[in-house]
């Protein structure tokens, strides 16, 4: 249940999508605003709270042409800024693009998330040489900001310790994310502002 002073919500899991839950009404987060969570898991409850930070305005992702009709993303944000933390979500969709229409649609799209972080970090800057996702003309690119609270940031800090940036030159000794939640809980609960921008690669 996640409830602010403007009510209280229930969240039920999707049978469709598990590990997906999804509010008994609809509602609308408010900037500023502190929400708790409170998750009933058999006899165990576990507690939370997040403010929820303010969207604001980006600019939109580079690409630019690799090789024939396709297309690679070459910036999508500044990882350092101490005032404003961030992650972005870019969703990448090709599959009504001519040629793909009879493929897999899940074959055809892909999801890329970047940070924005008041840190900068050595395992960061080194960080192992990620896969790189090149998509085809027509493709459809909707990207996401989610505005984070320092403490949000911290946390993806640590998570991105642990995974995308281990393994490169710099190495930090592995230590537990940490989390917001009471005792006993693993994760984080963030309430996030969130602005998107959509275009089609031409």
Not at 60 to 85: C, E, H, W
Not at 89 to 105: H, K, R
Not at 109 to 135: D, H, M, N, R, W
Request: glycine share 6%; proline share 6%.
């Amino acid at each position: 249940m996640v409830s602010s002073n403007l009510g209280n919500y229930t969240f039920h899991e999707d049978a469709a999508l598990p590990g997906r839950y999804v509010s008994d009404k609809a509602f609308a987060g408010l900037r500023n605003r502190t929400y708790s969570l409170v998750i009933n898991y058999g006899t165990k409850v576990y507690t939370s709270k997040a403010v929820l930070e303010p969207p604001a305005e980006f600019v939109f992702l580079k690409y630019r042409k690799t090789d024939g009709n396709n297309y690679a993303i070459t910036a999508v944000s500044n990882p350092y800024n101490p005032q404003k933390p961030a992650m972005y979500e870019i969703l990448l969709d090709w599959s009504a693009v001519p040629g793909f229409e009879q493929q897999n649609p899940d074959s055809c799209k892909a999801v890329l998330y970047y940070y924005t972080l008041p840190t900068i970090e050595v395992s960061q800057v080194l960080a192992p040489t990620l896969e790189k996702v090149t998509f085809p003309k027509g493709t459809l690119i909707t990207e996401r900001r989610y505005s984070l609270t320092d403490e949000h940031a911290a946390y993806f800090r640590a998570l991105l310790l642990e995974t995308t940036w281990s393994g490169g030159f710099f190495n930090t000794a592995s230590a537990n994310v940490p989390t917001n939640l009471s005792t006993g809980a693993l994760g984080f609960f963030g309430a996030c502002g969130v602005t998107e921008k959509t275009e089609m690669v031409k």
